[in-house]
């Protein structure tokens, strides 16, 4: 039977439970306290890493643990977030760009899992889901700030969706 190391997975599941509360926050309305949430999610994740190689108490269970538990905090929490932000503007095209980001960061934590149990550690291939996680919540975050979330307008939903895509094919 294999372990379970508990000390790396306290800090995973620290991370899924502020990815889940971010998802909490956009649904109150609570832009700037979901960012914060994820930003804490990311400390936590480089956290259980860090402790896991430090304790030398890396599994399999471990890995794929935390790429599920990225996928909530780092996929689908900034997704909702950025749909929140562009669903007044484009709901349909909000849905298709924020959906997307989510498939794209499956791909990329997935495929993360496949190198890690493999020989195929050579290369680091793509945007990490942390910090295209960062990169999609920045914009909200400043915008929320500086209280320009009101009406981000037409031209700048349009300049957010395309980093979105961006950021999204980086992965």
């Given amino acids: 039977m294999r372990k379970v190391y ?9 991370s899924l439970f502020c990815g889940m509360l971010a ?8 832009l700037l306290q979901a960012c914060w949430l994820i930003l804490l999610a990311a400390v936590l994740d480089v956290c ?4 896991a190689r430090l304790t030398r108490t890396s599994s399999e269970f471990g890995l794929n643990f935390d790429s599920l538990s990225d996928l909530v905090s ?3 929490a900034p997704a ?8 007044n ?5 909000a849905t298709a760009i924020c959906s997307l980001f989510v498939v794209f960061s499956a791909l990329r934590l997935a495929r993360f899992n496949v190198q890690a149990s493999s020989e ?3 290369t680091f291939i793509g945007l990490p889901t942390p910090m295209a996680a960062l990169a999609v919540i ?4 400043v915008l929320e700030v500086n209280h320009y979330m009101v009406d981000i307008g037409r031209r700048v939903a349009v300049v957010y969706a395309a980093a979105i895509i961006s950021v999204a094919y980086l992965m």
């Fill in 74 to 76: 780092f996929g689908v």
């Fill in 23 to 30: 998802i909490y926050e956009v649904f109150k309305g609570d």
């Fill in 80 to 87: 909702l977030l950025a749909y929140h932000t562009l669903s």
């Fill in 89 to 93: 503007e484009f709901p349909r095209v």
């Fill in 6 to 14: 508990i000390l790396p997975n306290l800090f995973t599941a620290g």
């Fill in 120 to 122: 195929e550690k050579t």
């Fill in 138 to 141: 920045s914009v909200i975050w």
């Fill in 48 to 51: 259980d890493g860090a402790i």
